[in-house]
């Protein structure tokens, strides 16, 4: 019996070591072209905004009173892709925003209650793209779907996008369609609303109205030689529906007060260019240039520098500066200064004549492991912006970006 | 005077764009690797993304920047 269970214990020591002497072998490399179909999480990208504005032409006063207004905006963006059967690559990029403001001049809509619904608001607005690439040629297709919903406005969006890369990847074009249907709650100031209303606080909607925006955007971006690349885009858009918002107050010569009316119809051509020039191996110049038109009488110009510094190959400072001059629109007049006569009328500082500076700058960090010496953390990005408007309006913005990989 | 404006914002456009295309040189991809730098992006930074939407609604001007051209309002 002795022999027996010494005969068990030698061959379950020997299988024992049999196994111990197998080596594990690494998977061999596949040498054919296959990869993987599994959907794989690119990047995410998190962006997170404070803004803060002051100023004293609020539009819902009819062009005077606080403009004071905070908005904390962020939004998560998740890339991912797989590859089909052909080698094609799909891409899917969904994005979630959330952003909430509190706004002083809101709450004048109706001043007799202490703290209305549009006195603070919060928006949220989802949308998902799908790309299909082909990686070798580089031309690609993509559709888009959007939503959007705060308290008195909601929006569907649709979207379609195609890229065209020449045989020598120097020249690219792009082409973009897109289609938002708005439905807008019509909210009146509360001396405006009709008496069939009561009091105004039980019916504070006179109803909704659509607000329907489609535009299109051809784009072309050119390599000039190894230091010097550019991009010109044009995107025509048209508007339809309800422009104006009828909660901002107009003031007229005869002492009389109206909701804002606009034309029904907008269309808006700008022309942009964007050139970006690697001056020396620490120094990177960025500059865009757009013109603005549209058939309300405004017309802008707007430049744009910003000067990338490497400190060192992972961290780079870009101090940038932004000028916008715009000529208002025809419609425009100042508090009490409407012609009773008018059609069209709004006392909207943001639509007159005007003009603006805004500078800041920006820090990035993108070292090879990680920001903080987290792995996965790839890029930080954070940028403070100081904007100031020759109508008196002053706002400061600080954004955070970081880039998980 | 007000009309010519938008022609030879047009004509300037196409010009610009014509010079470019006719000054190129054709870069290899062995030689872009300064072209491939993330700074070199000619698109607008992620990281600038909240302050053409505040631009958007503070100013009449729009589009033609990477932004939305409308819908989805956020008009605050």
Redesign the interface.
Known sequence: MRKIYLHVLLLFLGVLGAHGQIKSKPAPADSSNYQSRKLKLDEI?L?S?Y?H?NGNNSAVTGGIGTEK?T?F?N?IDLQMSNFNKAGKKNTFLFELGV?H?T?AS?DKIDPSTISSASMA?T?I?PSLNWTKSNEKTGNAFGFTG?F?K?YD?Q?L?AGFNLTRLSK???TQFDFKL?????T?KVILPIELRPATSGNGRESRSEGSSP?N?F?T?FS????????L???????P?Y?KGLLA?KYQRDYFTDGSVRAETLPDKRY???????L?Y?ATDQV?I?T?Y?????N?G???H?AEIEV?V?LTSFV?L?PFYRY?K?T??RYFAPYGQHDPSATYFTSDY??ST?N?D?YGA?I?L?PPHGVFGWRHLNML???Y?H?S?STG?V?N?I???L?VK | MKKS??IA??LG?GI??MS??S?????K?Y??N??N??????S????????Q???L?????????GG?????????
Not at chain 2, 46 to 51: D, G, L, P
Not at chain 2, 68 to 76: F, H, L, R, T
Request: aromatic share 10%; hydrophobic share 35%.
């Open positions: 990208n962006v905004a803004y504005q207004l908005d905006a939004t952003d403001y706004s809101s608001d928006r607005y959007s959007s705060e406005y929006s969006g020598d990847k120097n897109q289609a938002f249907l708005d807008w607000r925006s535009s955007s072309i971006s050119q390599v000039i030689n190894p230091k690349q550019a991009l010109i885009i044009i995107e858009a508007q918002t808006k051509l700008p022309i942009a260019a964007r970006n690697f990177i960025r865009y757009r013109y603005f038109m549209d309300w405004i017309r802008a707007t990338p490497k780079s870009s916008n715009q208002g629109t943001d639509l005007l603006s805004f920006g990035r993108a990005e954070l940028r912006g904007y408007r309006l706002s913005i954004t955070l970006n880039k | 404006i938008p914002v047009l456009s610009f764009a470019l295309l000054a190129c040189a054709t870069v991809p030689q872009k300064k072209l730098d993330s700074e070199m992006a000619l607008s930074r992620t990281a600038q993304k909240f302050e939407s505040f631009q609604y503070r100013e009449g001007g729009s589009g033609a920047n939305k051209s409308g819908g989805g309002c956020g008009c605050n």
